[in-house]
């Protein structure tokens, strides 16, 4: 059976709805975007508290940060660029500083974002949000996830950044599993080497575990859905089970999941690693499939990289 | 309850905020006293006056809300504080020391009374929006009151913000410009200018009221006037001095961001005493 292929956004969208029902103080705000980030749904069966905040992103982020002061939980959306980056220093002030209640959640994340180009690809947004004292920083691995992510969050007191894609992918987590904010999922018990992804990136692991098994290698597949905080004991465990570990994310390897993992691995138990990821890089148009391949995001290259830790971890030992 | 003050005992109360100011800065070595000394007679009428709060309930519900969007005249919104009863006016001498409540600029969460946490510029109106945004959706009756800058206005998200506030009809939300005419680099208006102010704020919708800043008076009436608004928001356009109150800080852009040193600490407060009763 093949698993549907679904966007996040519809069901951060469907999500919203539920919470528009049954939360009375969850707000949601958005900068003339509704309709692709799908707040829309929201807006549909509460618009008393859909707040349209126009093109002005750093505006909509004060007045999200007005509105948890007040005691309201609001979201507010954009595409990823614009909420991480256009108002950033806002989110850190206003939001993050504070101390506030604002849920940040970001679409159109990610070089599978396509045609638009890279002017619309935030392959930076996790960097720039993990870095920030008080967030927590949440990449869902699909749409299910997505949908429950937002209702963990939503339930959270805090400040969070959500990060999804804008294409529509097969989905790989069961859809009524309650999101647990920092907590792991091991997807598939492994005992040679450690994928561990964030975001649709965790699909393309499963899938380099599929290959690897038919050469006779066990990959352990990791869903590291909180990059912050992220899952230490989880990280810690599969490391030392296994002692060879591929980091996966749709993100430049610079200050994202990959570089999480690295930093305290290095620290605790040094473990052969590489990081699949962009390079230092800016995308271009092209679509979500030929990106991903252009870009090195695809299980084939996580299967090269598991080779390559496979063989420094023998080497050393 | 006693009696609410008058305008000789706001005007007091104004120059005493005037000498915590000077007290507090000269002690921390560094702050911006120059913004603060503009802003002390609206302080001392806001907190003493106009504002429905209770400073031993600093999380009163239906309490009005103030924002210091210009964050680092941090100061005299701590001594309105102090003199108001939020925390004890010794601690105003802690400002910008370690371990202290009071930051450098307003922090969200350090010390009762702040809403916010501001002091990068041109924040502090689109906060104030979504206070006042709450307030209208609960229909609530308290008043948003947003303290800005002149200079702080050529930050661009203000403007987003009177857009915002005018399409939501925010008549709840007050806001008041410290037109003093100077900014950290020298004139505003040779800096980058504002001028025709008023007319920007009218072109966003906005009711527009300009007084004379340092007459408590006209700030009393301006506050009254803005509260009968049923249908948009309003700016108070203040026009004030930098440096208010100690001669030789007076339209000196020199102390927008420095400290008296020793001597001028001395004459400051001669000066402010003077005039204290």
């Known amino acids: 059976m093949t698993a549907p292929k679904l966007a996040q956004r519809t069901y951060y969208g469907k999500a919203l709805a539920q919470l528009g029902r049954d939360n009375p103080q969850v707000v949601v705000l958005d900068a003339d975007l509704a309709g692709s980030t799908k707040t829309i749904s929201f807006k549909k069966v509460a618009p008393e508290r859909f707040i349209e905040c126009g093109i002005a992103e750093a505006d909509m982020i004060g007045i999200a940060a007005g509105l948890a002061a007040s005691g309201k939980i609001p979201f507010a959306s954009t595409f990823g660029v614009f909420a991480s980056g256009r108002c950033w220093e806002q989110i850190r002030m206003a939001v993050a500083y504070a101390n506030l209640n604002v849920k940040v959640v970001a679409t159109h994340c990610g070089l599978s974002v396509g045609p638009d180009g890279a002017t619309h690809q935030a392959l930076e947004d996790v960097a720039l949000m993990r870095e920030l004292p008080n967030m927590t920083v949440i990449v869902p691995a699909d749409a299910y996830e997505a949908f429950q992510a937002t209702l963990a969050i939503a339930d959270y007191i805090g400040p969070v950044y959500m990060r999804m894609g804008r294409s529509e992918f097969p989905v790989c987590t069961p859809e009524e599993k309650p999101f647990e904010i920092g907590k792991a999922t091991v997807m598939l018990k492994g005992t040679d080497v450690s994928l561990i992804g964030c975001g649709q990136m965790v699909q393309a692991c499963l899938e380099a575990a599929d290959l690897l098994e038919k050469e006779g290698i066990s990959a352990e597949v990791i869903n590291m859905a909180t990059i912050k905080p992220l899952d230490l004991d989880a990280v810690y465990d599969t490391a030392a089970k296994t002692g060879a570990v591929v980091t996966a994310e749709e993100h430049s390897v610079i200050g994202g999941l990959g570089s999480a993992v690295a930093e305290f691995l290095s620290e605790v138990r040094p473990t052969p690693l590489a990081r699949v990821g962009t390079y230092d890089t800016f995308g271009e148009s092209g679509s979500a499939d030929e990106l991903m391949k252009k870009y090195g995001l695809t299980a084939a290259d996580i299967v090269r990289e598991a080779h390559n830790v496979i063989e420094m971890r023998d080497e050393k030992s | ?277």
């Open chain 2, 1 to 277: 309850m006693s009696e609410p003050p008058g305008i000789e005992e706001l005007q007091n109360i104004a120059n005493k905020m005037r000498l915590d100011v000077i007290e507090m800065t000269t002690a921390a070595g560094s702050g911006h006293p120059g913004g603060s000394l503009s802003a002390a007679d609206l302080m001392a009428v806001l907190y003493f006056r106009v504002l429905h709060h209770a400073p031993d309930q600093p999380e009163m519900p239906d309490r009005d809300r103030f924002v210091l969007s210009k964050g680092h005249t941090a100061p005299v919104l701590y001594a309105a504080l102090a003199e108001s009863g939020y925390f004890p006016k010794e601690e105003l001498l802690t400002l910008r020391k370690l371990g202290s409540r009071l930051q450098g600029h307003p922090a969200r969460g350090h010390l009762p009374g702040i809403e916010v946490s501001t002091g990068s510029l041109g924040q502090g109106l689109s906060m104030a929006c979504g206070i006042a945004l709450a307030g209208k959706m609960d229909s609530k009756d308290y008043y948003t009151y947003c303290l800005l800058g002149d200079g702080e206005l050529q930050e661009g998200q203000n403007w987003e913000a009177a857009m915002f506030a005018h399409h939501r009809g925010l008549n709840h939300l007050i806001a008041f410009v410290d037109r003093n005419r100077l900014q950290i680099s020298g004139n505003t208006e040779e800096v980058m200018s504002m001028d025709p102010l008023p007319e920007k704020w009218h072109a966003f919708g906005w009711n527009v009221i300009i007084i004379d800043g340092h007459n408590i008076r006209q700030i009393l009436e301006a506050c009254a006037k803005a509260k009968e608004s049923r249908k948009n928001p309003t700016v108070i356009i203040m026009n004030t001095v930098k440096g208010k109150g100690v001669s030789f800080m007076e339209n000196n852009p020199d102390f927008h961001g420095r400290a008296c040193n020793p001597d001028e600490y001395q004459a400051a407060v001669a000066e402010l005493k003077a005039v204290i009763r």
